[in-house]
C-alpha cells in the first residue's frame, strides 16, 4: 500500500468516527417531554457539559493535526524548493556540457581536416620522390650514376656524392617531418574523442540525476496536494465540530434557563407547603447539628440586611440533592453565588460568636444578636472580626470563597431562633 492511500485511510477513518462519535452524541441529549425538578435538570446540564468537553477536546485534536499538516506543508514545500534549486543548477551544467561537447566536435573535425591535408601532402611527397626517381631512371636524361660519371676529379666526385646524399636526405626529412606532423594531428585529434567521450558520459550522469530530481519534485507537487486536501477536510471536519459545540452552548444555556426556573417553582411550592421549621434543625452559634422533634415558628426579628449584593440563590433552604461528598441534604442555609472576594456584611448587629476555621464550613463567622436570633456566614475566602467583637448592621465582616466542603464561590448564609435553624428567606428579601 502506498503512502498516499495509507493517509487517506487515516483520513477515512478519522472523519467516520468522528461522524459516529457526533452521532453517539447527539443521541444522548435528553429530550425534554415533562416537566423535570431542578436535579434531573442539573444532571442533564453536566451530561452536556461533559459532551461540550469532549467536543472541545476532538476540536484540539484537529486543531493539532490541521497544525502538523500545516508544517509537513512548509516542509516540503522547503525540500521541494531546494530540488528546484538543485535542477536549475544542473540543466545550467548540462547545457554548459553541450556547449562543450559542440566546441569538441568542431575542434575534432578542424583536427581531422588539417590531418587528412597532411596525409595528403605526405601521399603526395612520397609519389612525387618516386616518380622523379622512376623517371630519372627510366629515361635516362638523368642519373645519380651520371651525375657521379661526371665528376672531374676525385673531389668534384665527393661533391657529387654529398650533393646527391643531401638531396636524398632532404626529401627524407620532408617525408618524416611529414609523417610527424600526421601524427601529433591524429594524436590531438583522439586527445580530443577522449575529452569528448568524458564530457558524454558526465552528460548521462547528470541526465540520469536530473531524471531522478525531477521525480522527486513530482513525487512533492503530488504529495502537496495531497496534504492540502487533507487540510480542507480537517477544515470542514473542525467547522462540523464547532457548529456542534454551538449546539451544546445553546442547549446548556436552555437548560440553565430551564433549571432556574425549576428552581423557582420548586421553592415556591416549598414555601406554599411549609409555615414551620422541619425537625431536622441544629445549632448556629455552636456550629454542631442537633435534633429537634418541634417545629419552630419564629418572630420576625427586627429589620435584616441582604449579607451580600449577590441574590441569586444556588441552593435555597430545605431538601435537597447532596451536590458533593460530605454536604447536606438537608439544606439549613441559603447558598448565594457571588464571586470570590465579595464583600459580606452583617445582616444585624451583634456580637461574634465564632471567628474560625471549620473542615466542613471554612472560614466561618457567626453572630449573636441578643434577641434569640443568630446569623452564620459560612465558607468565607477570609473574614475580618474575632470572636467577642461587637458589629453593627452593614458591617465587613469577611469576603465569598470557596473554602470547606463547597463546589464553587459562594456564601452559606444561615439563621437560627433560640438554637434552630429557620429559613432566611423569611427574613431577608432576596
Known sequence: MTEKKRKNKRIISFLTASVIFLISVIG??????????????????????????????????????????????????????????EIGL?????????????SFNTLIADKQDELDS???????????????????????????WEVLFQANSFTDLLDRLNMVEEIAAADKRRLVELSEAAQ????????????????????????ATQTELDTKRAEADSLIQELLEKAEDLEALQAEFQEQEEAFLTEIAAKEKEYTQAKAAEWAAYMATYTTVPPETSAANSGSTTNNSTPVTAPSGGTWLRPCSYTYMSSPFGYRQSPTSGASTYHQAVDLAAPAMTPIYATRAGQVTTARYSNSAGN???INH???????????????????????????????????IATGN???????????YVNPAQYVSF
Open 28 to 85: 444522548i441529549i435528553p429530550i425534554q417531554t415533562d416537566a423535570a425538578s431542578s436535579s434531573e435538570i442539573r444532571k442533564q446540564i453536566n451530561v452536556l457539559k461533559e459532551q461540550k468537553s469532549e467536543i472541545e477536546d476532538r476540536i484540539k485534536e484537529v486543531q493539532a493535526q490541521y497544525q502538523a499538516n500545516e508544517d509537513e506543508i512548509a516542509d516540503i514545500i522547503t525540500k521541494k524548493n531546494v530540488i528546484d534549486q
Open 90 to 102: 544542473l540543466s545550467a551544467e548540462i547545457a554548459n556540457i553541450n556547449e562543450q561537447i559542440t
Open 118 to 144: 597532411a596525409q595528403n601532402r605526405y601521399e603526395e611527397l612520397c609519389e612525387e620522390n618516386t616518380l622523379r626517381v622512376r623517371t630519372m631512371e627510366e629515361e635516362g636524361a638523368v642519373s645519380y
Open 184 to 207: 601529433k594531428v591524429e594524436n590531438a585529434k583522439i586527445e580530443l574523442e577522449n575529452e569528448k567521450a568524458d564530457l558524454e558520459a558526465i552528460k548521462l550522469d547528470m541526465d
Open 364 to 366: 466561618y463567622v457567626s
Open 370 to 404: 441578643m434577641d434569640g436570633f443568630a446569623s452564620i456566614y459560612m465558607h468565607m475566602t477570609s473574614y475580618v472580626v474575632s470572636a467577642g467583637q461587637t458589629v453593627s448592621a452593614g458591617q465587613l465582616i469577611g469576603y465569598v470563597g470557596k473554602t470547606g
Open 410 to 420: 459562594h456564601l452559606h448564609f444561615g439563621i437560627s431562633y433560640n438554637g434552630v
